[in-house]
């Protein structure tokens, strides 16, 4: 079994752009903008942001993918690794307390609640974005590339493939992560996703 790790990032700068579009909202006014700032001053003192992965090679086993932690034959990912010799798997989170914020804010107000859960979708993803910015200079320190990643869910992976991402890293061990029945993370501004090296 591949050696898990661990680390907590910095808070990633907030994109505002892709929190609107989280939002589903065009151009910010000023009534959206202060409380957007409202909610970033509720929310980014309390937020954590961390990420558990593992190494694992890729080989190709009849018409799919042995991963080292399960198989596919998904024809999407296999397009996504293509050439790719090694996969780095991760499991993501901002913490419970965003999701928390979201639920009082369902109490009192739909406005407030719908920009903070487009803001814990924005740092998920930003944080997402740091880790794999942090993979690609490392790959790229060895001469070699990677590709965007890729989560269960996407194209033809079945959303069931988290099962043995789960097994595979055990984020609720390291970073607070659980996958509950229907395949839902808790926090749910969690991401779970793989990121091929090529080369």
Same mark, same amino acid.
């Given at each position: 079994?591949?050696?898990? #790790? ?13 929190? =609107?579009? #989280?939002?589903?909202? %065009? ?16 929310? =980014? %003192?309390?937020? &954590? #942001? ?21 198989? &596919? ?53 930003? =944080? ?25 869910? #996407? %194209? ?42 090529? %080369?």
């Amino acid at each position: 079994m591949s050696a898990v #790790y661990g680390k907590s990032f910095p808070p990633p700068p907030v994109d505002r752009r892709e929190l =609107l579009r #989280y939002a589903g909202a %065009g151009a910010e006014t000023e009534a959206l903008g202060g409380l957007i700032d409202s909610c970033l001053e509720e929310a =980014l %003192g309390r937020l &954590t #942001y961390q990420v558990c992965w593992a190494r694992f090679p890729v080989a190709r086993k009849g018409a799919g993918l042995d991963l080292g932690f399960a198989a &596919t034959d998904s024809a999407d990912l296999q397009r996504n690794l293509a050439g790719c010799g090694e996969i780095v798997l991760f499991a993501a989170t901002v913490g419970m307390e965003m999701d928390r914020m979201i639920a009082r804010a369902n109490r009192i107000s739909p406005a407030r609640a719908l920009i903070l859960q487009a803001l814990g979708s924005e740092r998920a993803e930003s =944080l997402c974005d740091a880790f794999e910015r942090e993979i690609r200079a490392e790959a790229a320190a060895c001469g070699k590339t990677t590709r965007p990643r890729y989560s269960p869910g #996407y %194209g033809d992976l079945p959303l069931d493939f988290q099962r043995a991402v789960f097994r595979a890293l055990e984020p609720e061990k390291r970073i607070g992560v659980v996958l509950n029945g229907s395949l839902l993370m808790s926090p749910s501004k969690s991401v779970t996703a793989m990121i091929g090296i090529e %080369g």
